[in-house]
Every structure is written in structure tokens, then in C-alpha cells.
């Protein structure tokens, strides 16, 4: 029999999604709980007296009071973006041109590729990230990175090529056809392969001709099962770059929708400038929202309406959006979704936090399996130390509930408060070896 182990802490995991019950119902808390972990699956979640009766030969790691959870699912980032994390001023359209095309151009070389995606990997772990929807460049070399280290560490990445025809700089650019032909051949090359998903990547509507969207469309039509991501309605002028490009198209989703790029398996990126058109198509489509709230903030885009998309049915998941985003931490983007949220008018529960962070991400991606500690899920699991520094340990110590601690963690975390992240099962900090 394959050898099991047994994860011995306090538990969170979801039993709803906290946007649709009460987060009481919603989120199932075991003070003593445990993770029966098999194979890279999980085979229980139950209180950790009942685990250790029916299990008493699985291996045992005990966490002691730190919280295991599911890992962290970022629904939508620019790996290629890794090292100019950070960087200073402008508009979005000045800072791509400034930091961001400039940095892609190098992803040519696959030396920079691979050193670039293994720090980029060690970043998700070291935050608690298990799974990612990722954006790589027009390089094939820098998707054949990418994977090739996902692999390697049996990570559940999702990622493509970068697609881009033009209002980008020569050396950044596909066309058509090479981008189509391309894309098929990573698809071939690399989908469903381990833990690997491919996604569509047309950058969004301002660097793609009418031909390359169309194409796009066509690959994804002929590969339904596949993502497909891109960026919607993120900066007021580049929705009226938009309306200029696109003079005839009502709005800028249906760009997209004239294309074939809206439906279910759709992730669109910040989606924060949204018709009333919009909100609807994307939910009656199936398409997925990525919140971006730090980048949203940091690129000065706007306050993106997550409460208000959710009740309007729309799939919401959270994202890091580095290096537009200004942190790797999800805890960090969970606490800039509370303060924008709150800028709204709308306070996001610690409940619903973790769930767009984790399920939420997961269901945008159409990955079942990840994103939740279930029974049959993947054993991409972390463990939150709620007195991993001084100001963390002074005020969990004072908790009222769990609520008030996963709170605490989100305000006050960071990568220092994910004591182990578990990839299908294997330890990768080795905390409590
Ligand atoms: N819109 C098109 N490309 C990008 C990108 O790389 N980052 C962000 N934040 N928005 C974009
Ligand atoms: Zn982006």
C-alpha cells in the first residue's frame, strides 16, 4: 500500500462558497483536525483523534496551532514580469512600454527564461502559492521554461504564450499565422501534461490585429477545454484606446465576444471599468473575473467591484497580477481586496478573502481538483503560523474566533506566516522535519 500521511493541525476548508452561505456555514474550522495525504491526493479531512484511530500507521507531522489550508490559487500573473517587480510610476500603457516590453524582449534567450521561472516558482512556494494562471512572453523558449520547471517541481501551473501582432515593439511581436502555429504546437507540445494546463494568450484586444484575435478564437474553438486569458477594461484610456481600435464593437468585451474569446474557461484580467452590458455577458458566458487589487492600486487602473460582480453571478478569483502587482503574497493581495472593497463600500469577510484566493482562483481556471482541502483533491496544502512575528503573536493571542485570526493573518502576513507549502504532498520548506 502506498505510504500515508497524516497532517496534524487546526483545519479550514469550505463547504460553500461564503459569497452564497453565511460564512459560519460556509468555512468548516477544526481546532485538532487533520489532512490524510496519499499518493499527492488528499484522502481525508476529519477531526485528528478520528484520522489517527482509523490511520495509526500514516506518518505523522504535527503543526501544532498552525492552520492548514488549501494552497493559494493566483489566477493571473506575468511570470516574464518577475524582475520589474516594483517598478516606479506611470500609466499602464507608459509602463509597459517603459519596464514591461523591454524585460519580455530578453525571454528570447532561454537561459534568462529558466533563471527567471525558477525564481519565479520559488516566489509562489515560499508565498503558499501552489497553482498559478500565468502569462508568458511571444517567446516559445519561454514557455518551454516555464513547464519544464512546473514539471519538474509537479506544480499545477497554467500558462501560454504570449500572443501579440502589434503596438508593440518589433522584436515583441508575432503575427497571425506564427502566433497561431506557435501556440498549437506548445498545446501539443506540453497540455495536460502532469500538472500542466495551457491557456490562449492573446495579450489583450490593443495588441492584437482583427486577424490575430480571429485566430485566437479559432485555436481555442478547435481546444475548448483549454483557458483562455487576457486583459479587459483595466485603464480608462486604454478602453478608449480601445474605442478607437475597435470603432464598430459597442464596448470592449465584445471585442472579445465578436472574436470568440468569451466563454467558460474565459479569465479575464482586472475587469474593473465594467458596463452594465459586461458584468452580464460575463456572467451569462461563464467567463471568469481575475481581481488584481494590488496591481489595480499600484497602476493607478481603479477600484474594482468584487461584491458587486459576484452577486451579479460572475466566477471571480484573486490574483497577484506581478509585476503590475506589487506583491507575491496572497495574503497581501487578500488585504489589498479588503481595502478596496471597503473604498466601495463593501467589507470582504475573512471567509470570502480565503475563498476567492483559493476555490475561487481554482474555478476560474476550471481546475477542480485544486484550490480546496478535500477528500480527492491535490495535496497542495499550506500551514499559517498565527504567530509567525511579534505583531502577528500578540494580537492572535487575543483572537475572539478563527475568523478574527485568518483576518490578523491576511493584515498582517506575509511569507513569513506560511510555515510549510505542501506540492502533492512534498514538503518544500521542511518546517517540522
Ligand atoms: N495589459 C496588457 N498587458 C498587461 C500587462 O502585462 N500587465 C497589466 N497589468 N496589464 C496589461
Ligand atoms: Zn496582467
Not at 294 to 302: L, P, V
Not at 310 to 320: N, W
Amino acid at each position: 500500500m502506498e505510504s500515508e500521511t497524516l497532517l496534524l493541525g487546526q483545519t479550514i476548508s469550505f463547504n460553500a462558497d461564503p459569497f452564497d452561505a453565511p460564512p459560519d456555514d460556509a468555512l468548516v474550522w477544526r481546532r485538532r483536525g487533520g489532512v490524510l495525504v496519499r499518493a499527492g491526493r488528499i484522502e481525508a479531512v476529519a477531526e485528528a483523534a478520528a484520522l489517527i484511530d482509523a490511520h495509526p500507521h500514516a506518518a505523522r507531522v504535527n503543526c501544532g496551532d498552525h492552520i492548514l489550508a488549501a494552497g493559494f490559487v493566483d489566477c493571473h500573473n506575468h511570470y516574464s514580469q518577475t524582475r520589474i517587480v516594483a517598478s516606479w510610476g506611470e500609466r499602464l500603457i507608459d509602463w509597459l512600454n517603459r519596464y514591461t516590453f523591454p524585460e519580455e524582449m530578453r525571454f528570447a534567450d532561454p537561459a534568462h527564461a529558466a533563471a527567471v521561472a525558477s525564481d519565479y516558482l520559488d516566489l509562489l512556494t515560499a508565498n503558499g502559492t501552489t497553482a498559478a494562471a500565468t502569462y508568458c512572453t511571444i517567446h516559445p523558449e519561454s514557455v518551454d521554461a516555464l513547464f519544464s520547471a512546473a514539471e519538474a517541481r509537479g506544480m499545477a501551473i497554467t500558462a501560454g504564450k504570449v500572443m501579440m501582432d502589434r503596438n508593440a515593439p518589433a522584436g515583441l511581436c508575432d503575427d497571425a499565422q506564427s502566433g497561431f502555429d506557435q501556440s498549437k504546437a506548445l498545446i501539443d507540445r506540453w497540455s495536460g501534461r502532469g500538472r500542466l494546463a495551457y491557456a490562449v494568450t492573446p495579450r489583450f484586444a490593443p495588441t492584437s490585429s482583427e486577424t490575430q484575435l480571429a485566430a485566437a478564437g479559432a485555436l481555442w474553438a478547435e481546444h475548448p477545454d483549454l483557458s483562455m486569458q487576457t486583459h479587459l477594461s483595466e485603464q480608462v484610456e486604454e478602453i478608449d484606446w480601445v474605442r478607437q481600435l475597435f470603432p464598430d464593437d459597442e464596448d470592449y468585451l465584445a471585442v472579445y465576444q465578436r472574436h470568440g474569446l468569451c466563454g467558460p474557461g474565459a479569465i479575464m484580467g482586472h475587469s474593473i471599468h465594467l458596463t452594465a452590458r459586461e458584468t452580464a455577458a460575463l456572467a451569462e458566458t461563464g467567463a471568469a473575473v481575475a481581481h488584481c487589487p494590488t496591481s489595480n492600486t499600484f497602476i493607478g487602473s481603479g477600484l474594482c467591484d468584487v461584491a458587486g460582480l459576484k452577486a451579479a453571478g460572475v466566477e471571480v478569483g484573486l490574483a497577484t497580477d506581478t509585476g503590475g502587482g506589487s506583491s507575491f503574497s496572497m495574503l497581501a493581495t487578500m488585504k489589498a481586496a479588503y481595502e478596496v472593497a471597503q473604498l466601495r463600500g463593501r467589507a470582504l469577510h475573512p471567509a470570502q478573502l480565503f475563498w476567492l484566493a483559493t476555490a475561487g482562483s481554482a474555478r476560474a481556471m476550471r481546475r477542480p481538483a485544486i484550490g480546496r482541502l478535500a477528500p480527492g483533491a491535490a495535496a497542495d496544502i499550506i500551514a499559517l503560523d498565527p504567530a509567525a512575528t511579534p505583531v502577528l503573536a500578540q494580537r492572535t493571542a487575543r483572537a475572539k474566533d478563527i475568523f478574527d485570526i485568518l483576518f490578523a493573518l491576511v493584515i498582517l502576513g506575509d511569507d513569513r506566516a506560511i510555515s510549510e507549502t505542501w506540492i502533492a504532498g512534498h514538503p518544500t520548506k521542511g518546517c517540522y522535519a
